[in-house]
């Protein structure tokens, strides 16, 4: 796959975690396969997967577990 950008790297197939919304609330969406270019690092996601990702925001699949981590504000102080 070419990437949209014009890079001269053909774009990799990789699995990846990425983070949703459903209802305000975040959800962690796993072994998501998405291009990426090497070269800009712009990402598409291919129809099959976009169509995962639409089935779980609707509440059609159960999830296999939780996820629990801290949240940081970027805009609630300085380092």
């Known amino acids: 796959m070419e990437c ?3 890079c001269k790297v ?3 197939e990789k699995k990846v975690e990425k983070i949703f ?3 305000n609330k ?3 969406i796993g ?3 998405i291009y990426q270019c090497m070269e800009c690092g712009h990402e598409s996601i291919p129809v099959s997967s976009a169509k995962t990702v ?3 925001l609707k509440g ?3 999830p296999s577990g ?3 981590a801290e949240l940081y504000e970027a805009s609630a102080g300085k380092i």
């Open 60 to 62: 059609n699949m159960k």
């Open 54 to 56: 639409e089935g779980i």
């Open 26 to 28: 975040p959800i962690v």
């Open 4 to 6: 949209p950008n014009g």
């Open 66 to 68: 939780q996820f629990n």
């Open 21 to 23: 919304h459903r209802n």
């Open 31 to 33: 072994d998501l396969n």
């Open 10 to 12: 053909p774009m990799q």
